[in-house]
Each structure stands twice: as C-alpha cells, then as structure tokens.
C-alpha cells in the first residue's frame, strides 16, 4: 500500500507556544488529506479536510485559527497547532488519498503524540 | 447522513479460533466500506474495502469481510486467529458526496490469547 509519514512522531512544547506537524505521502500524489485527532482509546475525530492549493475545509468545534493546515503541494500537508495548551495534548493522525480511479481508501501516517506541559 | 456501528467495545478469542468483529452501517445509496486495524501508538492500517462485486472480500494478513447488503453489515472475519492480531480495529464507511472523506465507528479492540 501507499506510504504516509509523520513528523515528528512525538512533541514535548511548553504551552503558549506552537506546534508544526508535517504530513507527507511517499509514494503517490495526494490530493486529499485528512487531520485527524485521537483521545485515548477512542475513535478517531475528523478535524479537517485539505485539498491541495485550496483552503482547509474544518469540522463543526474545530478552530482554525488554532489548527492552521495547509495542503501546499500533492505531496505534504502540515497541522500548526498554535498557542498550544495542555487540552491541546492528543495523538494526531493524518492520512491521504488520491483522486486515481478506484483509489477510495485513505492511507494513514503513523502519528503524532502531542503533550503540552 | 451515513454512519457506522461497532456494537462491541471488545472481543476476546482463543489463539486458533475463528474471529468475527462485526459492523454495520447506514447510508444512502451504494456503500464503500472499510477495515483498518489500529497497533499501539500507531496510525491506522488499511486492511480491506468494498465498494463492488463479490460480497466476500479478502484483505490483509488473512482477514476478509463479507458485505451483507440485506442485514447492512460488514463484519470482520478471520479463520484462525493470532496473538498478533491483538489490536483496535475500526470499520468506515464513505461519506456521500464527501470525496474520500470517511465516517469511522467507535472501535472494537481484539484480544487474542493463548
């Protein structure tokens, strides 16, 4: 399957400061990607979908100016987490896919551990 | 509006013994659906999907999943389970007119013991 990675895969950041997390697919054009956030031994919440060279379309709760995606190129994506606080703390999660015929699945990176101190 | 259905927080089976995760769903028109599996501190991996053709789908390290369209399910099989497979597994369905935007159920964690 398609490859997706994640950097870094954990972040240690005092609160107020801000966050970069980048997403990049390896080995096919992605032009879609997907943030994801995950609360311990939860399901997965849908934070917002970036199009490549468009702006990030957010889920309802979701503060965009507090996630700032961008989706520059078919390859990389990056989640800034600004003025983060401890609540901030989560394991973020970003997959990718294409607009290939047929290519319906998402491929997912390995993740992100957040912790804000 | 689509949804999906993991009725079970978690399933414990037997190393050896056949494994059944089960999901269903609720959606208009066709359904995409998908398994992915979950390891620790880590993303998801895709296992398997199905979006046409034979209701029986084969995926991933032995697993398959057999579309059901009359009792809306898809749930997770596989023959003879391994302590390996121990792991969050969540099924998807494709949001209509959402692209490749998925809608996940809440997760069923598998335990596999010896």
Redesign the interface.
């Known amino acids: 399957g398609a490859v997706v990675s994640q950097h870094p895969s954990r972040v240690i950041c005092k609160s107020g400061t801000s966050v970069k997390i980048e997403c990049r697919s390896l080995d096919f054009q992605a032009t879609t990607m997907f943030w994801y956030r995950q609360f311990p031994k939860k399901s997965l919440m849908l934070m917002a979908t970036s199009n490549e060279g468009s702006k990030a379309t957010y889920e309802q709760g979701v503060e965009k100016d507090k996630f700032l995606i961008n989706h520059a190129s078919l390859t990389l994506s990056t989640l800034t987490v600004t003025s983060a606080h401890p609540e901030d703390s989560s394991f973020y999660i970003c997959s990718a896919s294409s607009d290939l015929p047929g290519a319906y699945e998402q491929y997912f990176g390995p993740g992100t551990r957040l912790t804000v101190t | 509006a689509q949804s999906v259905a993991q009725p079970e927080d978690q399933v414990n089976v037997a190393e050896g013994n056949p494994l059944t995760v089960k999901c269903t769903y609720s959606v208009s028109g066709n359904p ?1 659906l ?1 398994w ?1 599996v979950q390891y620790p ?6 296992l398997l ?1 199905y ?1 046409t053709g034979d209701n029986l789908v084969k995926g991933s390290y032995g697993f398959e999943a057999e579309f059901n369209k009359s009792q809306t399910s898809f749930h997770l099989k596989k023959p003879s389970a391994l302590v390996s497979d121990s792991a ?1 597994y ?1 099924c998807a369905v ?1 949001v209509t007119g ?5 809608t ?4 069923t ?1 598998l335990k596999v013991e010896l």
């Open positions: 995409y998908f992915y501190n880590r993303g998801l991996q895709f999907k979006i969050l969540f494709r959402g692209g490749n935007k998925l996940f159920g809440t997760g964690q």
